[in-house]
T-cell receptor
Framework: EAQVTQNPRYLITVTGKKLTVTCSQNMNHEYMSWYRQDPGLGLRQIYYSMNVEVTDKGDVPEGYKVSRKEKRNFPLILESPSPNQTSLYFC?????????????FGSGTRLTVV | KQEVTQIPAALSVPEGENLVLNCSFTDSAIYNLQWFRQDPGKGLTSLLLIQSSQREQTSGRLNASLDKSSGRSTLYIAASQPGDSATYLCAVIHFNKFYFGSGTKLNVKP
């Protein structure tokens, strides 16, 4: 089944403890992106990747890192999480960006930083 | 900067009604527009994708239209059902980024 898989689905952590949220897609998509969703603020883009080894900042990149060493994987890294990073996170992929293709989303990761 | 607005923010209707959800965007230079459904605490499920050269797309009871010149899209849901209750989000691709609206929360009462 074609899908975007995120892990974990739920995570509670403490301030400052490094964590990684994994994202993997099996559709050979070139474009991948991370979003966070907060009440009243909607979905905001954190980082995106046009292809392997090509990443760029979205609207809210502060406090996050990403890497794209393989086409299928696009992990989101929080080096020193803070409570304001408590949110619902989504990974998404698309065959290519900006060429009349839509997005496929993962099921989300609910992160709580205490 | 592209801004996407969805009106209304919430909508409650009795089962069986036909309804329209609205999405507007400020810059008409978009590649496509996509409508999503989100159930509480869940991911986004793609409903319809309208490419910039198209005027509308249909899937079952759903019909989405796109008017780039006026910066508007509508999602029409025919014969609504309680199972349609969810938040509906529209998103536009503008240059190299997706821009999302804040969504319309739909409640269909039995």
């Amino acid at each position: 089944e074609a899908q975007v898989t995120q892990n974990p689905r739920y995570l509670i952590t403490v301030t400052g403890k490094k964590l990684t949220v994994t994202c993997s897609q099996n559709m050979n998509h070139e474009y991948m992106s991370w979003y966070r969703q907060d009440p009243g603020l909607g979905l905001r883009q954190i980082y995106y990747s046009m292809n392997v080894e090509v990443t760029d900042k979205g609207d809210v990149p502060e406090g996050y890192k990403v890497s794209r060493k393989e086409k299928r994987n696009f992990p989101l890294i929080l080096e020193s999480p803070s409570p304001n990073q408590t949110s619902l996170y989504f990974c998404a992929s698309s065959p290519r960006q900006g060429f009349n293709y839509g997005y496929t989303f993962g099921s989300g990761t609910r992160l709580t930083v205490v | 900067k592209q801004e996407v607005t969805q009106i209304p923010a919430a909508l409650s209707v009795p089962e069986g009604e036909n309804l329209v959800l609205n999405c507007s965007f400020t810059d008409s230079a978009i590649y496509n527009l996509q409508w999503f459904r989100q159930d509480p605490g869940k991911g986004l499920t793609s409903l319809l994708l309208i490419q910039s050269s198209q005027r509308e797309q249909t899937s079952g009871r759903l019909n989405a239209s796109l008017d780039k010149s006026s910066g508007r899209s509508t999602l029409y849901i025919a014969a609504s059902q309680p199972g349609d209750s969810a938040t509906y989000l529209c998103a536009v691709i503008h240059f190299n980024k997706f821009y999302f609206g804040s969504g319309t929360k739909l409640n269909v009462k039995p």
